[in-house]
């Protein structure tokens, strides 16, 4: 079941170099081995053991890529898949939760912890999601930004070496977007802008 | 929007950025030229410049684990466990989700070929996916999955009223099931906590005086209604041979018209041992809303079985039988009757010390209105001697019948605490307990064996695998905070250059996060698991880093004056390092600041300008560090801790032995350290608080460098290997070129430190192929070594022959610090000839040419100096005053030779008779003072520039290469001779040097 190690390097190097349809290719491969990987860590730890996500994308990464370890650009380009990855997972999770809300068996994660909106509620990552889709049609690399950054816990270094920009400029359009997006996720809420 | 127009106000909100107050307005009305839509468009976005400041601040990556880990808890494969709604698994329709726990959720659903409602409850992977229990019978052998089923059908051939029937088991996209009867009510559990809850409210207004008030607790009626019930379920089963394993109030259900269930029977057997199969109220019935979800515990999906109500034979893992669910069933009996649990405690360790070792507050003590037969009932279930247990759940039954009968008929009044005071079992229980201690007696030793055997922790074994043995030296070894993976230094396979990698445990391949040409060192993990800090060393500087754990860009923080070792705090903030700053030889730990480099302040004031306080580690709280303090001038050192607030460091070790790294246990109680107490580095433990160190039964011959998971259930440490043998190449008289080696004292382990005697016929040298570094004399072929000297600890070296002949001189760390002593060439006691001088040390002697004197290296006046003193004893004279170390005389015995110091390049020398001193050889490099021989003509050494044997010739001041060792010598140590008729030299090299990484799984101390 364990996407070949050659077939994913082979499409990591083939989207970096310019190749998009190798991103659709890959997210489920890299989802798939993620979702392996947490169901053993689950299935094999003791208790009282936490999942730590970087630890779960490093061992999916010394499994998933062959490749010269030294080579930062597989490494990046393979994080930024994991931020794509880790967007689905999310927002399908928060979709499914607002679907079945009366269940009340579900225990709420506690998405204001990692998406600061000032406690407003109903904020979540549908609505993040959608704003983000919005700046993507505006302006799709600030989006892209925003989902390495965020959704891939990627640095503004390692932003810039996917992006092939300068760190200055990470930080710029980092900036700007977080504002954007922050004032659309307000809008029409009170105190909002 | 158009885009040129979003490009125009991504300039301007640039620029306004940094821009402030009337400026940023002045430069927005400019600009923005009268176009008041781009203006308030500009302005809007600058205006969430306040807010922005945590909003996506932190990743939602690890927000994504936690999802992923539930979908797998919920038994839904890929899809949110809602998506199951609607949908047909086997021959079941999917109605509606009943309740969902750590160990699996239950649904609602129609048999479609039946036509009748059932319970589904999916069961997580982990029940499948893991070895066999012990006793599992050989034909029980086949796939997982096929064992479920079997296990599954041999429940559902239990029929009983108070058993919930299993009708099928199955299996959906690797996730198994099983169809039971659908309930409607709730669990034990839930009505137990809904009772305290109700109780609880009350009290709160009405506080109750002490432990005699009653507890929140069910009516006796009910209890013993509901009792006898599972009495009879657990009777029924135990006659067809089945046993259940994991009795407790969450599988006991209780239907709206009162009739109790036991859930999950059979089941328990395919969990491992300690994880319930169904930990959480995952029953098959409807629970209230309002209550917890099951025992989520600490996070969502982790499978979280409760041991609370494990017999002692679970707890020691031993064979289980019918009479383990009676303790069990007496647990939940005592609960019951209480309103408080038998066993509790906030570890399984606290619990399972109470169950194995001590008996539960008495009932009446907790709820005086207990008729005492049922307090007899319940303390003969909890016998921890299955022997004096009930033997039948047949008898247990009984017992509660013939209460329930006395209670009806009036000769028993529930809610009346009877005069005895005492339940009848007591005095029963202290007979046994009597005849009990005096068959300990009579075994004597077996008794007390006993006893140890029943602390023993419970557990797993300890188990020491090799974690890296790639070929060089990988030290340094440090967990992630997860316990997952070690980061850790290397030389890397050539042996060349030093940097930090990671690698997962069970994963071969390492992940190298450095390739810097320099000495990468001393990786320390950020609590999060995301950053690894590390210190450089290259050839223009120092420095401490930073890089992501997955790699990535590094970032330099601090530029130190020296390396030395590092650590990260628990909060994140800061990271402890060492350094000597202040002067040359004196090193203090300092503080750094993570987000703010440049506030960086000393942590420990070193007493005296010799002092080097090195290796912090943070406490497990952060609100200490310990660290090793010695002397520059040596090799030796204690473990002192020193709280980050401020204050004196307390010292926690006296053993002024060499030390090599520390860290703490996860409670902080005590501090882990590597120590040569024993002659060579072994762990020891050391209580923080202060106590004697004991050794560990873990990490000796030769272990370091320990390292601990934060749950302290994994220890890392390094082992070295070495090898370092004693070469000889003949001289041939005036050529002294193209010298050939043959290996001439060998072993494993070290040897080196070569002297000849004065006649040439023996020779002298140090090694540890005994277990410590003693001194050995062999003949000059080699042959026949014989061990002169058998001192305590430390290291003994640098022997030194009398020009007569007649004895040896050598130093020794065996007081605690080093001192020349001197023995018989012929063997015997050795006596000290240096005088205790505090705490300094002397080292390296050797003798002038008449035999009167013995020279050494002192460090009394606060650095190296040679000094000399009469070989019968008396007063050190101080000879070199600018700095000394490794002195001999010239064979005239005119000039006296010696390097400056134990890390200093060049060889001088001064007149015998006093004089100015001069540089002879700058070729001889720092580290290196072991490893040159002055001959009537010049000087032998080994040359690091060109790494082969120089001769330097006096008369011509010119430096011949006359020897190319294949091997490195040994730095900083002695290991370089000539013979005294100039035929024969000898050269200690280091043939292996490599260390390894070893790692210990279910560490306990």
Redesign the interface.
Known sequence: MQPSGQAVTQLLQAWCQGDPSALEKLVPLVYQELYRLARRHMATERPSHTLQATALVHEAYVRLVESDHTHFKNRAHFFAVCAQVMRRILVDWARAHEATKRGGEVRPLKLEEALVVESKPGRDFVALDDALKELTALDPRKAQVVELRFFGGLSVEETAEVLQVAPVTVMRDWNLARSWLRRELTKGAPGGA | ?ERER?LVI?RL??DA?ERKGSERAQFLAEACAGDDSLRREVE??????E??G????????????????????QGAN??????M?GRTVSHYRILE?L??GGMGVVYKAEDTRLGRAVALKFL???VL??PRPARATPELDGSPLERFRREARAASAINHPNICTIYDAGEHEGHPFIAMELLEGETLRHLLLRQKGKIEKGASIHPRPGANGAAPTLPFERVLDLAIQVAEGLDAAHQKGIIHRDIKPANIFVTERGQAKILDFGLAKLAPPG?GVSAGDSGPGKTP?GFP?GE??????????TTDYMSPEQVRAEAVDQRTDLFSFGAVLYEMATGRQAFAGDSPGVIFEAILNHAPTPALDINSSLPAELVHIIDKALEKDRQLRYQTAADLEADLHRLKRDTDSGRVVAGLRPDRGRPQGAPLRRVAAIALAAAALALGIGGVMGYRYFRKPPGPPMRVVPFTTFLGQQDEARF???G??IAFSWDGEKEDNWDIY?K?IG?E????LT?DPGEDTSPAWSP???YIAFRRHTDSEYGIYVV??????QRKLHAPRTSGSLDWSPDGKYLAYDEARLGQQDTSIFLLAVDNPEDNRPLTTPPTPLTRDRNPRFSPDGGSVAFLRGLSTGETYDVHVVRVAGGEPKRLTFGNVGVGGLDWTPDGAYVIFASERLGELGLWKVPASGGEPEPLSVGQAGSYGPSLSR?G?RLAYTVRSYNSNIWRYEIHPGSRRNMLPTKLIASARFNLSQQFSPDGKTIVFCSDRSGSTQVWVCDSDGSNPLQLTSSGGGMTGTPRWSPDGRQIAFDSDEEGHGGVYLVNAEGGRSRRLTTATGISNNYVPSWSRDGKWVYFTSDRTGAWQVWKMPAEGGQAVQVTKKGGFAAFESPDGKTLYYAKGRNAPGLWRLPVQGGEETLVLEQLGAGLWGYWAVVQDGIYFYNANTKGIGFFNFATHKVTEIAKPEKAPLWYNPGFAVSPDDRWLLYAESDEHTSHIMLVENFHL
């Not at chain 2, 809007?44 to 410049?49: D, G, I, P, V, Y």
């Not at chain 2, 932190?58 to 992923?68: F, N």
């Not at chain 2, 890929?78 to 998506?83: C, G, H, L, N």
């Open positions: 929007m979003w991504e909100y640039n950025r809007s976005l600058l205006a969430q410049e807010g922005t945590s909003f996506l601040g932190t990743p939602a990556i690890e927000v994504a684990a936690q999802v992923l880990a539930q979908h797998h808890a890929r899809t949110s466990p809602d998506a709604l989700k309740g969902g997580p992977e982990a996916g893991l994880q809303d979800a989520w515990v600490s996070s969502p999906g982790i499978a979280v079985g992630s905070p997860d997952n993976q990671v997962l994963v391949k390492p992940l190298r390739t999060d698991g995301r992501p754990a997955l790699g990535g860009p749950d259930r």
